[in-house]
């Protein structure tokens, strides 16, 4: 830190670079997913030397982890600046809403579920499983709250609801009509949102 407590530039140009390069990992964790990114690819894509990313992060083990811990903290952070008189189930609409979103610009890598390297790696570092917990606890309790006033289904588990929301941001839907053509990327979160939700029958 300079002085006042305020970055140096040193600092400032090492925080963009890092940037460059988780935000490089996220797509190509989206795009390929875990086993298949190399080291080679992030650097390439963030347009840096292999050397230089090596700086920053030791590995690709230590490269996906502090990725998907960036993740989760956007997450965090949109689900608490959501207004606190919003009704439970629109928080959880505009959470899937914010990841589908994410997603459709190719900034939101698959579940760590289908790697079972990424999974374990994942699960052994602190600061990600913290961060998950977290955010688990605030969506669950989002989901009580919701079937509380009877506008989801309380015969459902709460982590059957839970999980099927997370399910949606990695629906090959997504990709599917996106290659048609025939829909903008506002109207295909909107239309997963919606199914979601309230399923393809029609509302009485």
Not at 10 to 20: C, H, L, N, T
Not at 146 to 174: K, N
Not at 175 to 181: A, F, N, R, S, V
Request: overall charge neutral; glycine content about 6%.
């Amino acid at each position: 830190m300079g002085i006042f407590g305020r970055p140096t530039v040193k600092e400032q140009q090492q925080k963009v670079r890092e940037d460059a390069i988780l935000d490089a990992t996220h797509e190509l964790l989206a795009r390929k997913g875990y086993d298949l990114m190399t080291v080679d690819e992030v650097a390439a894509e963030a347009g840096i030397a292999k050397a230089s990313l090596y700086k920053h992060f030791d590995s690709k083990e230590s490269l996906a982890a502090v990725a998907m811990i960036r993740l989760l903290d956007r997450a965090l952070t949109f689900l608490g600046e959501l207004p606190a008189d919003m009704p439970p189930q629109e928080k959880l609409r505009a959470v899937l809403n914010w990841a589908l979103d994410l997603r459709l610009r190719g900034g939101l890598p698959l579940l760590p579920s289908t790697s079972q390297t990424l999974q374990r790696n994942l699960l052994s570092n602190r600061q990600y499983v913290t961060r998950l917990l977290n955010l688990n606890e605030q969506m669950s309790a989002l989901v009580r709250a919701a079937q509380a006033q009877g506008v989801i289904d309380a015969g459902v588990p709460v982590e059957v609801v839970l999980f099927s929301i997370y399910a949606r941001t990695c629906d090959p839907a997504v990709e599917y009509l996106k290659m048609t053509g025939n829909y903008s990327d506002r109207e295909i979160a909107d239309y997963l949102v919606r199914v979601a939700f309230y399923g393809i029958t029609t509302r009485s």
